[in-house]
């Protein structure tokens, strides 16, 4: 059971460059989300899927679509980069009237 | 939308203290309250969790307190030691499916030897 997991670890990626974040996760959670962390500003909200097939707007979804491919998968992808979007970005999971279980972060540089 | 405050957003205490961390929210639906502890490189953990028909909570050395009157919830840690150390983050929730959690932009603890 490796919980939630997401790849890929560290990026850097140049200014208009597109890319891919894919997550997974083995708990048979129905809600799944993305967020992102910076220094300071906690943890905002991209998108998150409260089922298989649906995706909802978070805080800041400028910039971001995503994808909720089966039950297990949801894809956050960046179509132009921009150094605005470096960050620390966290997938993660939840069973539904319960807490959120985290993956371990993907540190994405934007330059 | 909901909208959630922290404070403060760094304490430092001798190790043996007490620390305390509060956190306010805004929309009254909100009924599901957990609190992560994050440290330097790692992914937030929830260490305890309180739901709205529940005044207070304990486990171990931690507790969480709620005041849905006035709408604001705190994390108490005694007997604080250095591996508490780390990034705390407040959220709030309402419990259903699909829910949203929003976070406060987390608190800085350090725990001086």
Request: proline fraction near 5%; include cysteine; charge should be neutral.
């Amino acid at each position: 059971n490796a919980g939630v997991t997401q790849t890929p670890k560290f990026q850097v990626l140049k200014t208009g460059q597109s890319m891919t974040l894919q997550c997974a996760q083995d708990m048979n959670h129905n809600s799944m989300y993305w967020y992102r962390q910076d220094p300071g500003m906690g943890l905002r909200l991209i998108y998150y899927s409260a089922s298989e097939g649906t995706t909802d707007k978070g805080e800041v979804p400028n910039g971001y679509n995503v994808s909720r491919l089966n039950k297990r998968e949801f894809s956050l992808r960046l179509e132009s980069a921009a150094p605005s979007q470096t960050s620390v970005y966290f997938c993660a999971s939840s069973p539904g009237g319960n807490t959120i279980y985290f993956g371990e972060g993907s540190w994405l540089t934007v330059v | 939308g909901e909208n959630v405050e922290q404070h403060p957003s760094t304490l430092s205490v001798q190790e043996g203290d007490s620390a305390v961390i509060k956190c306010t929210y805004s929309d009254s639906a909100s009924n599901y309250f957990p609190w992560y502890k994050q440290e330097l490189g790692k992914r937030p953990q929830l260490i305890i969790d309180i739901r709205s028909n529940v005044g207070e909570k304990k486990d171990q050395r931690i507790a969480v307190t709620l005041n849905k009157t006035a709408k604001h919830f705190s994390l108490h840690i005694t007997e604080t030691q250095p591996e508490d150390s780390a990034v705390y983050f407040c959220a709030a929730s309402k419990m259903n499916y699909g829910q949203n959690f929003v976070f406060g932009p987390g608190t800085r603890l350090s725990v001086l030897p």
